[in-house]
């Protein structure tokens, strides 16, 4: 079996292998455990309630990201029900001895963006949290996924996961993306062909010449939407792109045990004549920049393309899916989404606002002002990618812009924290998730790269950056 | 956790595909630190007016749906995010089975760890239920877990997969945390083997 060719994926989890029984699930060893405010407070009422300690606390982080405001830090949060939320970590963290980056902490954010600025994103690594865009890591060649509460009660308890093995699923992007053709613009091109239930059961493996090419935020935005494909998770093999961005990180190996992990991690990538249970190819110089138009974030299309007919859908639940779809978004099928009017623009979320993505956004940005119109955010992923945005004088263009410029968190992603649309409204979002209300009860969301957004900020209608002056 | 052992119960058929778990909990209702109580906001932007009032129109508020223990909705259920939430929901409502070709693999875990039953069947098998439910609402089917069938009034008995291990535990009504903190031996064997890749603390 060590003979045959093996997937990165097959090497991540043969070894993390713990127990193998006949007729049980896999006991998976979890190297880093990742927790934030909303979906861990009953795992640890569990864990006391069965007097159970954190096995391995220095294995797991806290962060607090989804319910806090991203309003001025010096005033109090508001929200009576998410201050007793954020308390509760507070509590467990300091109760169990769990590293937590709190309000105060220069290294807060979303979970997704602060892992990898410390250097604790690493490949070859498991990592789970319960949130579904755990998948973002995997950008570094770890196998990283997404568990409910109780599963983070479980590796709270245990540091282990029972787990049925996934199949695998390669994703090959060959050729070279067009200019203002993003990284997000490959992943939504993905889940318009294969639909948000396609990778169902799998791990995803971005391979190709298209993949190697981008950046390490770029990748992050890529395998951050893997479970918008239904993926368990998705991943890149590590290269020297993935070790140049790791290299010198706060909590980043160092010396010898740096020298070990490199040599290691270059034993990671899928051998040659390894094979995929599934797989499919895109041309990565056939892209133009994409936008969806319905209320799944498989409903997308070309920036220009018409948004298709209900009518000439065969399948009748597919049929209704989409009537229902449009109906939602108040959209005719047969027209372009170009020239559609917005209400707001919302740049940021786990997806899209690391600090490359601001530069893009505020490129577009400099020396312009947004539609009066339109409301704009730009929420920094982190308190680091803020205080660097700000020592490059990007929160200055925004501003003078007439964005929002705001602290980092969740925000309008998600919208637990009042950032959220009014019923009826449309935005163009650079986040992940277009479903119904998902931005706020009644809110309409057309999800798109930040080149697009940017662009779409400054004329206040849905626009194709490649004709933006 | 209760067991799972057999379910006979009307049904609410709700046959859209693809339902999220924004749609199942809206994440506004996501910042208590209970799991109970999340059954009144179950499928709440769909169940509720603007003005908080019932939507009449919305099958969860029609007389015949109270009560049903089973719930028949369309493909790929549960598509979304992670938050245990969802099935906190449907089963603090009253459901204790779902129905559907297909489940989202996250919600499809968290379901069977707390005794809520994700029931896969072919679609000709979902169409006739469906139809059942929609001729009749006062149809019950039979749900039963240690033969791993569905028996429609017909008579007809339609097995649906689920793995011995979490089928064990749904069975028995034990919490799978158990296994895991039998197996403490083996997971220090490992890590003696395996020195930690990081450390948190920064020491
Ligand atoms: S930014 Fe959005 S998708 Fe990402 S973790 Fe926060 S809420 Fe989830």
Known sequence: ?469 | MEPFTTLNSHLVSIPTENIDTDQIIPARFLKTISKKGLGQNLFSDWRYNEDGSDNPNFILNAPESQGAKILIAGDNFGCGSSREHAPWALMDWGVQAVISTSFADIFRNNSLKNGLLPVIVDEDTHKQIQSLVEEDPTTKITVDLASQTVQLPDGRSVSFPIDGFSKTCMLEGIDQLGYLLKQEEKMLAYEAAHPARVNTLGE
């Open chain 1, 1 to 469: 079996m060590s003979n045959q060719p093996r997937t990165t994926f097959d090497k991540i989890w043969d070894s993390h292998v713990v127990v193998e029984e006949p007729g049980s699930p896999t006991v998976l060893y979890i190297d880093l455990h990742l927790i934030h405010e909303v979906t861990s407070p009953q795992a640890f009422t569990g864990l006391r309630e069965k007097g159970l300690r954190v096995k391995r606390p220095s294995q797991t982080v806290a962060t607090m990201d989804h319910s806090i405001p991203t309003t001025p830090l010096h005033i109090p949060i508001s929200d009576a029900i998410a201050a007793k939320q954020i308390a509760t970590l507070e509590e467990n963290c300091r109760e169990f001895g769990i590293p937590l980056h709190g309000m105060d902490s220069p290294n807060r954010g979303i979970v997704h963006v602060i892992g990898p600025e410390l250097g604790i994103t690493q490949p070859g690594m498991t990592i789970v949290c319960g949130d579904s865009h755990t998948s973002t890591h995997g950008a570094f060649g770890a196998l990283a996924f997404g568990i409910g509460t109780s599963e983070v009660e479980h590796v709270l308890a245990t540091q282990t996961l029972l787990q049925s093995k996934p199949k695998t699923y390669a994703v090959n992007v060959n050729g070279r993306l067009s200019p203002n053709v993003a990284a997000k613009d490959i992943i939504l091109a993905l889940l318009a062909r294969i639909g948000i239930g396609g990778g169902t059961g799998h791990v995803f493996e971005y391979r190709g010449e298209a993949i190697r090419a981008l950046s390490m935020e770029e990748r992050m935005t890529v395998c951050n939407m893997s479970i918008e494909g239904g993926a368990r998770a998705g991943l890149v093999a590590p290269d020297d792109t993935t070790i140049n961005y790791i290299a010198g990180r706060q909590l980043a190996p160092q010396g010898a045990a740096w020298d070990k992990a490199v040599a290691y991690w270059r034993t990671l990538a899928s051998d040659e004549g390894a094979t995929f249970d599934k797989e499919i190819t895109l041309d990565a110089s056939t892209l133009t920049p994409m936008i969806t138009y319905g209320t799944n974030p498989g409903m997308g299309m070309g920036i220009a393309d018409i948004i298709p007919d209900p009518m000439s859908i065969g399948d009748v639940s597919e049929r209704n899916t989409l009537i229902k779809a449009l109906n939602y978004m108040d959209l005719q099928p047969g027209r372009q989404l170009l020239g559609q009017p917005l209400d707001v623009v919302f740049i940021g979320s786990c997806t899209n606002s690391r600090i490359s993505d601001l530069r893009e956004a505020a490129a577009l940005m400099r020396g312009r002002k947004v539609s009066e119109n339109v409301r704009v955010m730009v929420v920094p992923g982190s308190q680091d990618v803020k205080k660097q945005a700000e020592a490059e004088g990007l929160d200055q263009i925004f501003k003078e812009a007439g964005a929002d410029w705001r602290e980092a968190g969740c925000s309008m992603c998600i919208a637990m924290n009042g950032d959220q649309l009014q019923p009826g409204q449309y935005a163009i979002s650079t986040s992940n998730r277009n479903f119904e209300g998902r931005q706020g009860k009644g809110g309409r969301t057309f999800l798109a790269s930040p080149l697009t957004a940017a662009a779409s900020a400054v004329t206040g209608v849905v626009t194709d950056v490649r004709s933006f002056q």
